[in-house]
Structure formats: structure tokens, C-alpha cells
């Protein structure tokens, strides 16, 4: 069974700061690998996703998240935060089994992100 | 607009009761799912889905059970087995991708409380 392991349970930055926030995963085969955010009040939202091709990986408001295989991470990073950013990040993983199908993601525990003004 | 309706939005149980959480999408996803969020936990899979009259146990299924008698539609019901059943629930739907590689789409949850 995979796991997901995110380092920062809280994390508080200003305006401007430049953001990244950690996330490992273990599992010894192939994953699909996912940031969700949840802002205050609403639903968690899609930020970005690594299948396969350019570990670099574009999502939505800026963010981005670079898939290293070697040390099993998929960390996502911001160049200038903003206060809107504030939210809970969730790092998701599941396994490309063989047969396919749709499981269940394995998510981190969230890392709450504070931007004051 | 498509996407998943959950509700009620607040829920209230007494001991010893079942309650039954609603999911309804329209996005014409074959896959459904229901998670339970705590505080510091992160969200854990209880059930989930891939097509009608089939569904899996997650990590979390005791003192839960689920249907899945309509493409549309993945009710979860809280039984009284379940000690501790106070948490958001949050349920979810995708494609059926081979490989598992299709995005996730949640619900805005429902907020079960003990009285």
C-alpha cells in the first residue's frame, strides 16, 4: 500500500514570499501523483497532476510541482505567493495498477497555508 | 453546471442511529467515492466505486456501508458500528481510467456531528 507524507503541517508567509511545500510518497511502482487545494468554504479543487512525460508539472494560479523518482517527492512550488493562496494543499498519489481502474487516492495529512497581507 | 451535489450539508446523529449521506453527480463519471476528513488527518478513502452494482472496501470501511444502484448516485450510510463517526465527508467522482490516472472531482461535503 502506498503513503504520503507531507512535512509541513502549518506554514505561514507574507505577501510576495516564494512558496514550497514538501510532500514524499512511498511506493516501490509506477504513481500517479496529485496536488488538491481546498480554500476557506469550498470544495478541494484540482491544482495540478503528474502521469507520465515532463516531471515539471504547470497547474492552475501559478503553481507548479517537480516530480523526482530518485527521492520519491513531488513537491509544489510557487515563485511569489499571494493572499489568496491561503488554503489547505493536499498531496495525493495513487498506484497505476495493472488492471486499471479507478482507486482511491492516498492523501497526505494537508499543509494549512497562512499569506498575511 | 456539472458536478457533484452532497447533502445535507450539516447532519446530526443520536446514538445508536444510522444516517444515510446523499451524492449525486452529473458528470457521467462511472467512478464514485467517499472520503472521511478529520482534523490532521488528511482525507482517507472508505468506499469507492468503479461502476453501477459494483463497489470496494477503502481503507476505512467498518461501520460504514454504501450502494450503488444508479451511475449517478453513491449514498454512504454511518451505522451505529461506527464509533466514532463525528468528521466531514467528502465524496468524489472521476472517469474510469485505465491506470487510474483521471482527476478526481469533489463535493462541497456534509459535516456529521454526535449528539
Known amino acids: 500500500a502506498q503513503s504520503v507524507s507531507q512535512h509541513n503541517h502549518h506554514v505561514i508567509l507574507s505577501e510576495a514570499a516564494s512558496l514550497e511545500l514538501g510532500c514524499n510518497y512511498s511506493?516501490?511502482?509506477?504513481?500517479?501523483l496529485f496536488w488538491y487545494v481546498q480554500y476557506p468554504g469550498q470544495h478541494l479543487q484540482l491544482l495540478l497532476k503528474?502521469?507520465?512525460?515532463?516531471?515539471l508539472v504547470k497547474g492552475i494560479k501559478g503553481f507548479e510541482a517537480e516530480f523526482i523518482k530518485s527521492k520519491f517527492s513531488f513537491n509544489l512550488r510557487k515563485p511569489s505567493v499571494q493572499w489568496s493562496d491561503t488554503a489547505e494543499y493536499f498531496c495525493?498519489?495513487?498506484?497505476?495498477?495493472?488492471?486499471?481502474?479507478?482507486?482511491?487516492?492516498?492523501f497526505g495529512k494537508g499543509t494549512h497555508l497562512i499569506i498575511q497581507p | 453546471d456539472g458536478g457533484i451535489t452532497q447533502s445535507p450539508k450539516y447532519l446530526f446523529r443520536k446514538e445508536g442511529q444510522n444516517v444515510t449521506l446523499s451524492c449525486e453527480q452529473n458528470l457521467n463519471h462511472d467512478a464514485m467515492y467517499w472520503y472521511r476528513q478529520d482534523p490532521g488527518q488528511g482525507l482517507r478513502l472508505i468506499y469507492y466505486s468503479q461502476i453501477v452494482n459494483d463497489f470496494q472496501k477503502g481503507d476505512i470501511a467498518e461501520g460504514y456501508s454504501v450502494s450503488r444502484e444508479k451511475k449517478e448516485s453513491f449514498p454512504l450510510t454511518v451505522t451505529s458500528a461506527q464509533k466514532n463517526p463525528t468528521a466531514f465527508y467528502l465524496c468524489a467522482s472521476s472517469i474510469w481510467g485505465i491506470g487510474s490516472n483521471q482527476p478526481q472531482h469533489f463535493g462541497d461535503g456534509t459535516r456529521l456531528s454526535i449528539l
Open positions: 495525493a498519489v495513487n498506484a497505476r495498477g495493472s488492471g486499471g481502474g479507478a482507486d482511491g487516492l492516498t
Open positions: 503528474y502521469f507520465s512525460g515532463d516531471p
Open positions: 511506493y516501490g511502482g509506477t504513481v500517479n
